[in-house]
T-cell receptor, first 114, second 113 residues
């Protein structure tokens, strides 16, 4: 059971480039999330999804886009990379949104924008 | 939104119990308290959660005060591998029937040999 898988683990981008961070889970979870973590800080929610075809903004959505065409996958798109997007990105999933909401996290994707 | 307050850092001797406090004085009656930890730069790992009663699992114990305004995570026999940042989180209500977990800066626990 792989859990939550993120790719790539590391990536360096130039300012203005675009890329997609991939996230896949094999637990049949309906809820999926993208967080970013800047050095020495906690995690901030970027986007989340409550099921295939449904996404919504979190705390810091500007500069990002998401889609959820399947239950398993929740890619995060950066359209015009900026140095402020240098961060570690974590994808997570859970089997419910309310009640006891236990998240399973991926290992993270470290992005540097130069 | 319920906020949490945690000490920035704590030390604990290896083999001793680590007691990590958390204040959440604005918690609502139906909001859970969650604890996660993050070892080095890995993804956060779920530890335990509770609503009103004290909880225990194979990793830790969670003690919630009767008024629910504070809680303590207890690692009964800390090891060097327990060195991590520990996050105390109260669920934040979001849209579309979903509930989000907001991670603050947490407590950096250092287990000392």
């Amino acid at each position: 059971n792989a859990g939550v898988t993120q790719t790539p683990k590391f990536r360096i981008l130039k300012i203005g480039q675009s890329m997609t961070l991939q996230c896949a889970q094999d637990m049949n979870h309906n809820y999926m999330y993208w967080y970013r973590q800047d050095p020495g800080m906690g995690l901030k929610l970027i986007y989340y999804s409550v099921g295939a075809g449904i996404t919504d903004k979190g705390e810091v959505p500007n500069g990002y886009n998401v889609s959820r065409s399947t239950t398993e996958d929740f890619p995060l798109r950066l359209e015009l990379a900026a140095p402020s997007q240098t961060s570690v990105y974590f994808c997570a999933s859970s089997d419910r949104g309310g009640g006891a909401n236990v998240l399973t996290f991926g290992a993270g994707s470290r992005l540097t924008v130069l | 939104d319920a906020k949490t307050t945690q000490p920035t850092s704590m030390d604990c001797a290896e083999g001793r119990a680590a007691n990590l406090p958390c204040n959440h004085s604005t918690i609502s009656g139906n909001e859970y308290v969650y604890w996660y930890r993050q070892i080095h730069s890995q993804g956060p790992q779920y530890i335990i959660h509770g609503l009103k009663n004290n909880e225990t699992n194979e990793m830790a114990s969670l003690i919630i005060t009767e008024d629910r305004k504070s809680s303590t995570l207890i690692l009964p026999h800390a090891t060097l591998r327990d060195t991590a940042v520990y996050y105390c989180i109260v669920r934040v209500v979001a849209g579309a029937g979903s509930y989000q977990l907001t991670f603050g800066k947490g407590t950096k626990l250092s287990v000392i040999p």
